[in-house]
């Protein structure tokens, strides 16, 4: 595996590199890096494909701008197409999960001509809705603790999740994982409480995770600190006015769906089973794959199935 710096203007991205072929672009999510896909660049590298995975602006060796907007989906949704004008000679297959699942989203919208098919994992497309996603889970949790309300105020969780970066990291992929209590992640709170209150530190930790997987995320995060990828929740507030020309719009590449059947994105809202209907505003939706006993960190937790899943969208295409 070879690693490249991409510039996008003033940012600098890291890419890990392998394979020869079509080109996949992979885009991690919080509070993840381009590591995250290890499985995936080894096994399509393997056949046939060239896999670019980078670390998204603000993580691991990336460029950290501090300002918020800086971290617009427009913003990111750009280092993605500069990754593809670089190594794809302009084309390319996007594969996203968590937060990148809503960047290879609005990357197909925003620069369409420059992606061929995309995956999205755990977060499905969801268009532009009445009124800002923020918004609307203040209405939803009003009176209790919900993590992406709690990460706007400037510091506040940098300041929690920095103290023992160790710690904080075990305890996040856990709560998230299927190996913990269903929802672990939205269990109620209080509306001041922190993000970690009353998640577990297991041991033995799940065999997914090793000590030495775990080691890479922690020398990173210790390195690059937090306020990067949380400014990407802060951003969000900006996204819903600087795209509204995406009104309406759907996703008009060929398009999968692949989640954890424990996933907490599942749950976000009470009563509802938000991987329903994921291919909703996908014109050419190839079908979803939910994987039981799962949780957020899909392509981790199961690589084998998620690879399989992947590969039968490819050899669709």
């Not at 009104?247 to 996933?263: L, M, N, V, W, Y």
Request: charged share 20%.
């Amino acid at each position: 595996m070879d690693f490249v710096s991409v510039r996008n203007g003033p940012i600098e991205l890291n890419v890990a590199l392998a394979g020869n072929g079509p080109l996949i672009v992979c885009v991690h999510g919080f509070p993840e890096l381009w590591y995250s896909w290890r499985h995936q660049i080894e096994y399509f590298a393997a056949r046939g494909y060239s896999v670019a995975a980078l670390d998204v602006r603000g993580y691991g060796k990336s460029s950290s701008p501090h300002e918020i907007p800086d971290y617009t989906l427009r913003c990111i949704a750009s280092d993605v197409a500069a990754v593809i004008d670089h190594l794809g000679k302009g084309k390319a297959i996007l594969f996203g999960h968590d937060w990148g699942a809503p960047i290879v989203w609005h990357t197909c919208l925003l620069h369409p001509d420059k992606v061929a098919a995309v995956a999205g994992l755990s977060v499905p497309f969801f268009p532009r809705g009445a009124a800002p996603f923020l918004e609307i889970m203040k209405t939803i949790y009003k009176g209790r603790f919900f993590y992406q309300i709690y990460f706007q105020p400037e510091g506040v969780a940098e300041a929690e999740l920095e103290r023992d970066v160790g710690s904080s990291l075990r305890k996040m992929y856990f709560a998230a994982s299927g190996d913990a209590p269903l929802n672990k992640w939205l269990e109620p709170k209080p509306a001041n409480a922190k993000l970690l209150d009353g998640f577990i530190d297991p041991a033995p930790y799940p065999t997914w995770m090793s000590a030495n997987d775990l080691k890479v995320y922690i020398d990173a995060f210790k390195s690059s600190g937090f306020r990067g990828p949380i400014n990407r929740y802060r951003a969000q507030v900006l996204d819903y006015s600087d795209l509204a020309e995406l009104a309406g719009k759907k996703i008009t590449q060929p398009s999968c769906f692949i989640a954890g059947e424990r996933d907490l994105v599942r749950s976000f809202v009470p009563g509802t089973d938000l991987f329903a209907n994921p291919g909703i505003a996908c014109a050419d939706f190839r079908g979803a794959t939910i994987l039981p006993g799962i949780g957020h960190w899909v392509q981790q937790e199961a690589p084998i199935e998620t690879n399989n899943a992947l590969a039968t969208f490819l050899c669709g295409l």
